[in-house]
């Protein structure tokens, strides 16, 4: 059904936008988690903060309430407190993490038509499902171009390194 296999996809996809993140992450000592490019640019510090607070708003009572709850105060989400310590920051991530994956693993074939508002707005479950991963791919990008600047020669790649592809492919498809 696909239902099944829409449900199925979107979990691993969930997945591996978050351990693209975290590898990505870990490639990068605190100063460079928190270092900005310039004073308009966000740290990967930053990120994470605004991705666990888009987080536990939209996944949180994800059926039965807003998305955009009314305790979220999205602006701050991209201010640097006293606060917010890497370990503070990465304990958020994980949470919100977790509302999401207790909400997309508990989904049935027949959520996925389901009605739940964003902003006021009607979503189908898979157009607000839809609309998250997009939304989590686009800042995690964010994470990896800024994980792999401050990490510079000693990045490992997250993927195919560069000049590995024919290799990979060669691997892949296994003796001819």
């Not at 686009?138 to 590995?164: D, E, N, T």
Request: aromatic content about 10%; hydrophobic content about 35%; cysteine-free.
């Amino acid at each position: 059904m696909l239902g099944d296999f829409y449900l199925e996809d979107i979990r691993r996809q969930f997945h591996g936008q978050k351990k693209l993140a975290e590898k990505a992450m870990a490639q990068v000592d605190d100063a460079q988690f928190f270092a900005l490019l310039d004073p308009e640019s966000n740290s990967i510090a930053l990120v994470v903060k605004h991705i666990a607070g888009n987080l536990r708003s939209r996944w949180t009572d994800f059926y039965s309430s807003d998305g955009e709850k009314p305790d979220r105060h999205r602006d701050t989400e991209f201010e640097a407190g006293q606060e917010d310590t890497r370990t503070a920051l990465m304990e958020r991530w994980e949470s919100g993490w977790g509302v999401l994956f207790e909400v997309v693993d508990s989904m049935k074939p027949e959520d996925l038509t389901r009605t739940v508002t964003i902003r006021d707005e009607p979503h189908s479950v898979v157009k607000a499902a839809n609309r998250q991963l997009a939304h989590y791919a686009y800042h995690v990008g964010q994470i990896v171009f800024l994980a792999k600047h401050f990490a510079a020669g000693r990045w490992q790649s997250l993927s195919i390194p560069r000049g590995q592809s024919e290799t990979f492919n060669t691997q892949k498809r296994g003796p001819k």
